[in-house]
């Protein structure tokens, strides 16, 4: 099993940066990649990045890549998603989630998810 704890969402102004935290706990060894996806309101979950385990290969949707990275701290308990040029549409619930089974762009690819934080970001 594995547990997650999103954390740093705040509201800001647009331009602004902004680092979101994921807490792992558990089976952290035995996960395949670690992922972050968000929720606009009145919108379905989509993605937003990943890694895989090792973090030597990630991925970004074309709204934020250039903008957004995903890293990991060297013991594998925190993953972090920094977010830079931030826009009024990147305001989300973001949602971190581990161990994906399938297409990392997959909301049903991911078997574990955080509890999510909210971004909101003003013009």
């Known amino acids: 099993q594995l547990q997650l704890v999103d954390s740093g969402g705040v509201l800001l102004q647009s331009g602004g940066s902004l680092r979101l935290f994921c807490a792992a706990s558990?089976?952290?060894?035995?996960?395949?990649?670690w992922g972050w996806f968000r929720q606009p309101p009145g919108k379905d979950r989509e993605f937003v990045g990943a890694m895989n385990w090792n973090g030597d290969s990630a991925r970004y949707s074309d709204s934020v890549k250039g903008r957004f990275l995903v890293s990991r701290d060297s013991g594998w308990n925190m993953v972090v998603l920094q977010l830079n040029n931030l826009k009024p549409e990147d305001s989300a619930i973001y949602y971190c989630a581990a161990h994906a089974i399938d297409s990392w762009d997959n909301v049903e690819s991911w078997r574990y998810w955080g509890q999510g934080t909210q971004v909101t970001v003003s013009s």
């Open positions: 558990g089976r952290t060894f035995s996960t395949s990649a």
